[in-house]
């Protein structure tokens, strides 16, 4: 597992949550015009929750409560695990997640402009590459588990 994310990355993160609060789903529907421009990674989303503003809206409901118990993770571990499982029902792959980094944090500044400065990107980086780690490694554990199975 990653290491823990510095004291200074984790009071960044905490201190955006009013800002995700008040802003969360026009970032994720952001995200996910940008990440779209992908059919393969399209292909992966159930479009209707995209197009009913369902997806983008539990997706800023989820980094809203990342931002809020990022020095809590005990907090998030239901939420993660709902994740990993959803993740693995529909097939997202390690290879994915540096699409959504890429699609993720440029969204932060294309919604926020200036306010989303070069520190606030890079502690969401971070951030970010620190949950998504975690999640990798759970959702290889079930693949490989499913695999093991098949044998």
Known sequence: MAAPLSPQTSAIVKATAPVLQQHGVAITTRMYERLFVNDEVRA???????????????LAA??????????????????????????????????HYPL???????????????????????????????????????ERDIYTQQAEAVD
């Open 44 to 58: 992966l989303f159930d479009q209707a929750a995209q197009d009913s503003g369902e997806q983008p809206r539990r």
């Open 62 to 95: 989820a980094i809203l409560g990342y931002a809020q118990n990022v020095d809590k993770l005990q907090n998030l571990m239901p939420v993660v695990a709902r994740m990993v499982q959803r993740h693995v029902e529909t097939g997202v792959k390690a290879e």
């Open 100 to 138: 959504v980094a890429d699609a993720l944090l440029p969204a932060i500044r294309d919604v926020l402009g200036d306010a989303a400065t070069d520190e606030v990107l890079a502690a969401w980086g971070e951030a970010y590459w620190f949950l998504a780690d975690i999640l990798i490694g759970k």
